[in-house]
């Protein structure tokens, strides 16, 4: 019952936030680019102008109101609830779950292109999205996808640095290192010691930087993963696959199903607003002027933490870990058990519960519709499904969650895992591929709008208590 009031849960969510969107949003559907419209920089040329202005008005005439209260649980505990960072490219909404430029995901998946053999969007076209605030069109995303397959080239000694690694090296370990030896091309790097660029354009070379970076990290990411796990054998890339096709035809996997879930997870991971560590990071970093290269492998090393990117990683060892202790066809009493025995351990059941979130977090939910729809009798899936049903009551009744329901790695592990991409300890090197879009975008957008240094003010516990015997 309580799966079932879950599904019907999010069920009604949706049909409230399309008939949401169909009012409040009605213009984005007049947004759609005309196919004549092919460039991209030339869309954020024409866009970037309002936008500084926007920006500057809200500094001149709000630039004093108070948008909340500090209070010292979140000075203390991790700066959670606080606002203090501007990112345009998405919101994140603790009911609703992640909205792309004010898309839902249903939204995104309805509109945004896809392959001509598939149903789910095209990476490219959600890029489009993140940094025009607009809806591309099919002839837009086709020319974005061989603008991106030709600036993929990888300089060999980004591999040198890479093999310099040991084969036992985290994948994220070999990832980040490649990252770092990609930022030598750096054109915003040149620019800003030549000092040929006025910094009303600093966003034009960090534009040629994102899209470099955004187009080789999937060349880098399964170069990792054909060293690691498939004796070195490279896959070159075919100019004439999409982004997300492509990675899955670099890895080594190309069957349309696997192809269109590629797409899928591309798109639902790639931002989830500013304040997660893997975001965060790439925009303190950046807000320092560093490149883009710079900014991202920063980013990388967040996501590699158990806390955050690596938790995708560890949902799926846990499940099998239930397989191998108590079979695939284990019933729910003995999962409940199970679950009681992780949590009595002092673990937590990865892939529960979300910093934000308080409902089922929606990238969840599409990938169990793409569960439904391509695997619904694999073991695995419906061990998934059994766990949707069990964990919630049982984390509710011990009282200290507040968010009891399942995020997206509580999904991603399995249907990788049943296309054949079974080595879990790659799983955090999907994400930052994903991730790459979202952060890159921003960026763009921190150096369009002339973001500032990121410095926030911190304080120790002297100066907390003697704040609060003051104010007594």
């Known amino acids: 019952m309580v799966f079932l009031r879950g599904v019907l849960a999010i069920s009604r969510l949706r049909s409230r936030v399309v008939k949401q969107s169909s009012l409040s949003n009605s213009v984005r559907w007049l947004q759609t680019q005309g196919a004549s419209e092919l460039d991209l920089k030339s869309q954020l040329q024409e866009i970037i102008p309002e936008q500084q202005d926007r920006l500057k008005k809200l500094k001149s005439q709000h630039g004093t109101v108070p948008v909340g209260n500090i209070t010292v649980d979140m000075v203390l505990g991790g700066m959670r609830g606080m606002t203090g960072l501007l990112w345009e490219t998405s919101l994140l909404d603790a009911e609703e779950g992640i909205r792309f430029r004010g898309m839902s995901i249903p939204e995104c998946q309805k509109v945004l292109p896809a392959a001509q053999s598939g149903e789910e969007p095209l990476p490219e076209g959600l890029l489009w999205l993140l940094l025009t605030g607009k809806v591309p069109s099919k002839e837009q995303v086709n020319a974005l996808s061989k603008e991106l397959a030709h600036r993929a080239t990888v300089p060999d000694y980004v591999y040198k640095a890479i093999n310099a690694l040991p084969l036992s090296a985290h994948p994220m370990t070999q990832f980040a290192s490649g990252v770092m030896a990609l930022q030598v091309e750096s054109e915003f790097q040149k620019a800003y010691e030549e000092g040929v660029v006025h910094k009303s354009k600093y966003w034009e070379p960090t534009f040629e930087d994102a899209l470099n970076l955004i187009a080789r990290v999937p060349v880098v990411a399964s170069y990792v993963y054909r060293r690691m796990f498939k004796d070195g054998s490279i896959i070159p890339l075919d100019d004439s696959l999409d982004y997300g096709a492509n990675f899955s035809h670099m890895l080594g996997f190309d069957s349309p199903q696997m192809k269109e879930l590629m ?64 079979g695939e066809n284990i019933s729910k009493e003995h999962l409940k058990d199970y679950v009681w025995k992780t949590l009595n351990s002092g673990k937590v059941v990865p892939g529960y519960g979300h910093g934000v979130l308080r409902k089922t977090d929606p990238r969840y939910v599409c990938q169990r519709e793409f569960a439904l729809k391509h695997l619904p009798d694999d073991p695995l899936f419906q061990l998934v499904s059994k766990l949707y049903e069990v964990v919630p009551p049982i984390l509710t009744e011990l009282g200290k969650v507040k968010n009891p329901w399942p995020n997206v790695d509580a999904h991603s592990g399995v249907l990788l895992n049943y296309y054949g991409l079974t080595e879990a300890k790659y799983y955090t090197v999907l994400f930052g591929v994903s991730r790459s879009l979202g952060i890159c975008s921003q960026l763009i957008w921190d150096r369009a709008l002339g973001l500032p240094l990121e410095r926030p003010k911190s304080v120790n516990m002297d100066w907390l208590d003697k704040f609060m015997s003051l104010s007594r």
């Open 263 to 326: 797409r899928l997870y591309i798109t639902i991971h790639s931002d989830h607003e500013g304040g997660n560590v893997s975001a965060h990071a790439g925009h303190l970093v950046g807000s320092a002027l560093s490149d883009p290269y710079l900014s991202f492998a920063a980013a990388l090393n967040g996501l590699a933490g158990p806390l955050h990117g690596l938790a995708n990683q560890e949902v799926l060892l846990w499940i099998k870990s239930v397989v191998a202790e108590c």
